[in-house]
């Protein structure tokens, strides 16, 4: 089923996305292109770099915000908390992103040195989209106001 086909009006899921690698013996070039390869048409791509090795990102939430995170160099843990349960993926393949739908909490951290996170996201940057007090964010999600 292609990806545009997917519900994404859902929340509180993760999943990893593989895209297209063409490989030659100049290298590798991966794509990406909005409703086909990630399920939203993007509207922000920011990117982390010099992240220290002992530093912590994330700590929130998002009300309505998508986001796909890649590793395009070097490697990071994201930690993902639906409310209910708790998973942790290393990112560290350029070709594969975490898909990361509204009312997710995520934390990342373990930079390795150099490490690069590009993420794409469904909606310019709005700080009225994020929750970011974890009590808050699991009242919601168990629909505890
Ligand atoms: P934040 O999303 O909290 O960073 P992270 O989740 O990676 O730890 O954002 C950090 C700061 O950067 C915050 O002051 C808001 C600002 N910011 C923007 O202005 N635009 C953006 O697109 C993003 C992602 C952050």
Redesign the pocket.
């Known amino acids: 089923m292609p990806m545009s086909e997917l519900e994404t009006n859902d929340q509180g899921h993760v999943r990893l996305i593989d895209l297209p690698v063409v490989s030659d013996p100049r290298g590798d070039l991966t794509f990406v292109e909005g409703g086909r390869h990630v399920p939203f048409a993007i509207q ?1 791509v ?1 990117y ?1 770099y010099n992240v220290p090795v002992d530093a912590e ?2 700590g ?1 939430a998002h009300l309505e915000l998508e986001q796909v995170v890649f590793a395009l160099s070097g490697s990071f843990r994201l930690k993902i908390d639906d409310g209910h349960q708790q998973s942790e993926y290393w990112l560290r393949d350029p070709r594969k992103g975490l898909y990361i739908n509204r009312m997710i909490w995520r934390e990342m951290d373990s930079f390795s040195q150099g490490a690069v996170c590009m993420v794409l996201a469904s909606k310019p ?1 709005d700080e009225a989209d994020y929750i970011r007090d974890h009590g808050k964010f699991t009242n919601l999600v168990r629909g505890i106001s």
């Open positions: 922000r920011y982390l990102r994330g929130h940057y």
